[in-house]
């Protein structure tokens, strides 16, 4: 039996398009346009722009209030500074005066022989328990001086004990207590006053860094000032070009707290920063001049002492003597003449009569006068210079600190009201932008 086998029923297919020929137009594509997120219709358009402009006038208005604040933050940092290290130095030059002071009285009563004078060895003990006090308050005042001020601590416990093995073998007569006595002095100009030295220059350094810093403080004040005032500017001028009115009140009136800021802040900060300059340049100089001429003399008179100690064999001191008083002579023509202590030619002179006579061979009469308290010793006049002189350095000290205090009082408030300001400026801009933002809606 013969089986039919079915074809598969056939399918449909849509009759081929014909390709089109070369060069034959193509049909036209569906454009579609990008559509911008939700910032970018937020800044879209004249609106979008003043938003824009709302944003960087209240930003940069801000910023220049911190500005100001900064800049008076740190004038007003450096004349507090100055002040402190003005304290610091003058203590450290104290120090250096009182045991430069105790060891012209403990050379001079070591002439005397057998038990100095009370008056003399009472100013030596009182030199050096101020010495001590002020090495205990530089310390808690500048931290930064505390390892040196231990170091000198050190050295004055050594110091002392040497005077008081010179005392005790002078009272009974013995040569060796001459040489304990030059081993003090050792110790002194060796130890101590190298240290003394480095502190003084170290606080020197810190208070003209200080007096070159008071006026920096004007940068940030300008810069900030005129970043913010040229954004405010270009910001109402293109409001005016697109709205056709020239004045958004405002804005103006932020532009003009900013420039009356900074006109007035930096009136203060210039003012502040001449007071500084000026006391530099006359009470803290003469301050500086005078401190100098004392430890000078005191370290002058020492040496007068130790030359007649030496016995013919002190030309060395002598010489420590003259170059000491030179020192004294050149930081007096510093001060001049309204603020010269007195009683230092006198001083002089009465150095030279001790130093003809131990001359001429006459030993005994240079000590008298080295050691006299007539009205034409050497230790008379001395004592007029050191108290014309410790009455000056006071009085100039008091002065210097008195004119930073000043300075510092002449910096207007804009340290606390800078921040404030600038949001004020802030508000100002916005308010005069949605203004016209609000036209718009």
């Known amino acids: 039996m013969t089986q039919t086998v079915s074809a598969p029923p056939a399918t449909w297919s849509p009759p081929a398009t014909p390709a089109a020929p070369s060069g034959a137009p193509q ?5 579609s346009t990008p559509r911008r997120g939700p910032l970018g219709e937020w800044f879209a358009g004249t609106p979008g722009r003043m938003r824009a402009l ?13 500005a100001a604040a900064q800049g008076f933050r740190q004038s007003d940092g450096a004349l507090q500074r100055a002040e402190a290290n003005t304290a610091q130095l003058v203590r450290v030059q104290a120090i250096h005066t009182s045991l430069v002071a105790a060891n012209a009285d403990a050379t001079n009563a070591f002439l005397v022989g057998g038990l100095e004078p009370p008056a ?8 050096l328990a101020t010495a001590s006090r002020l090495i205990a308050e530089a310390a808690t005042a500048q931290p930064a001086d505390q390892t040196v001020l231990g170091q000198l601590n050190t050295t004055l416990l050594t110091y002392n004990g040497q005077i008081e093995q010179a005392r005790a ?13 030059k081993d003090a002095n050792a110790t002194l100009q060796n130890d101590s006053l190298p240290l003394l030295n480095a502190l003084v220059s170290a606080n020197e350094d810190r208070v003209d860094t200080e007096f070159d810093g008071v006026g920096d403080g004007n940068v940030w004040l300008i810069v900030g000032g005129l970043v913010s005032l040229a954004v405010l500017v270009v910001t109402m001028i293109w409001l005016a070009k697109r709205t056709h009115r020239y004045l958004n009140i405002p804005l103006a009136v932020g532009a003009v707290l900013v420039l009356v800021t900074m006109v007035i802040g930096g009136a203060g900060m210039a003012e502040a920063s001449s007071t500084a300059e000026d006391t530099r340049g006359d009470t803290y100089a003469n301050a500086l001049a005078l401190s100098r001429a004392r430890i000078a003399a005191y370290d002058a008179k020492s040496n007068e002492s130790l030359t007649l100690i030496a016995r013919g064999s002190g030309a060395e001191f002598e010489k ?18 309204v603020g010269a202590p007195r ?5 002089k002179r009465s150095h030279e009569a001790i130093r003809r006579a131990d001359d001429r061979g006459n030993w005994d009469e240079a000590v008298n006068l080295a050691i006299g308290s007539g009205g034409d010793s050497a230790n008379t006049y001395f004592g007029t210079f050191d108290k014309s002189s410790a009455a000056s350095l006071e009085t100039t000290s008091n002065a210097a600190q008195q004119q930073l205090g000043l300075a ?15 949001i004020a400026a802030a508000l100002l801009a916005a308010w005069g932008l949605s203004q016209r933002l609000g036209e718009y809606r």
């Open 27 to 31: 049909p036209p594509q569906s454009l």
């Open 54 to 66: 709302l944003i960087l006038s209240a930003v940069v208005s801000v910023l220049f209030g911190l």
């Open 120 to 127: 003399q060895r009472q100013h030596f003990v009182d030199s």
């Open 169 to 181: 073998n002078n009272r009974q007569g013995l040569p060796i207590g001459s040489q304990y006595l």
């Open 320 to 337: 420590g003597w003259k170059e000491a008083a030179q020192r004294v002579d050149a930081e007096l023509a510093k001060v001049g003449r």
């Open 343 to 347: 009683g230092w030619q006198d001083y």
């Open 408 to 422: 510092r009082g002449a910096l207007p408030p804009i340290e606390w009201l800078g921040l404030p300001i600038g």
